[in-house]
């Protein structure tokens, strides 16, 4: 299992691919912040909020996950690594496994780049520091992090369970794209910019359980919940990834 956890790890980091989404990521901080500056400065004759540059990322978070673990996940299958393992003995429900943590380490090591790459950008282009205290800011960071590595797991899962298929760039990317809109939608009525919440009943409670515990949410929206809520959300979507994952991983053909 600690062999295989190795060499999948080390495959990430000789991945052509994942330098590509850290290159997808400096651009989109560096252009984002940029289009911030210059709309600000020159339409609006203010100043750059710290706030707008330093939380880009969480709004393409998701997709830039999943596009990662797509790739590298996806490479396994199409050089053959994975059937090779299952072949040199590997076990499945172990090959699953490491593919997965990998997929949580995707997460984290994206977030980790982009909050550098955020370091850097923000005292160019802004006014001053966050508005937040630090308290606040290593909360919001733990908590996007938490998110990723969650969606990491959830993303690598689903294209064990489709057996590498062309078909999981396309379900990978909707499903994310649609938890998105869902999450949006929750969100506009729960915190409506006018007025007050008219959600009442079974549906409030399902909308304040779909913010409270999604991880897809977490990343739409500044920490409002304790910090429990964010860990058992990502926690319970790791665990039904990986069951789930595991009882068809373990039944499926590998061509």
Not at 72 to 84: L, S, Y
Not at 88 to 111: E, H
Not at 119 to 130: E, T, Y
Not at 219 to 239: A, K, R
Request: aromatic residues 14%.
């Amino acid at each position: 299992m600690f062999r295989n956890l190795y060499a999948d790890s080390r495959r990430i980091f000789f991945s052509r691919s994942f330098y590509v989404v850290i290159f997808i990521i400096f651009i989109y901080q560096l252009i984002a912040s940029l289009l911030i500056w210059a709309l600000t400065v020159f339409l609006s004759e203010g100043q750059v909020a710290s706030d707008e540059i330093a939380f880009l990322y969480p709004s393409i978070a998701a997709f830039i996950v999943t596009i990662s673990t797509l790739f590298i996940t996806q490479r396994d299958f199409e050089d053959g690594c994975i059937r090779n393992k299952l072949i040199s003995g590997v076990k499945r429900s172990d090959a699953f496994l490491s593919a997965v943590v990998c997929g949580i380490l995707q997460g984290a090591l994206l977030t980790i780049v982009d909050f550098v790459s955020s370091m850097i950008v923000m005292p160019i282009l802004s006014k001053s520091f966050m508005d937040f205290s630090i308290p606040e800011i290593a909360d919001y960071w733990l908590v996007i992090t938490l998110a990723c590595m969650s969606i990491g797991a959830f993303s690598t899962a689903l294209i064990m369970i489709m057996g590498g298929s062309k078909i999981s760039y396309v379900a990978g990317l909707s499903v994310a794209f649609m938890l998105k809109v869902v999450d949006t939608h929750v969100l506009e009525k729960l915190y409506p910019e006018k007025g007050n919440c008219m959600l009442t009943g079974t549906k409030l409670e399902l909308y304040k359980f779909i913010d409270r515990y999604n991880p897809y949410s977490y990343l739409l929206v500044e920490p409002h919940w304790d910090s429990l809520s964010y860990i058992v959300g990502c926690t319970g979507l790791v665990v039904i990834s990986v069951v789930v994952g595991i009882i068809v991983f373990t039944k499926k053909e590998i061509r």
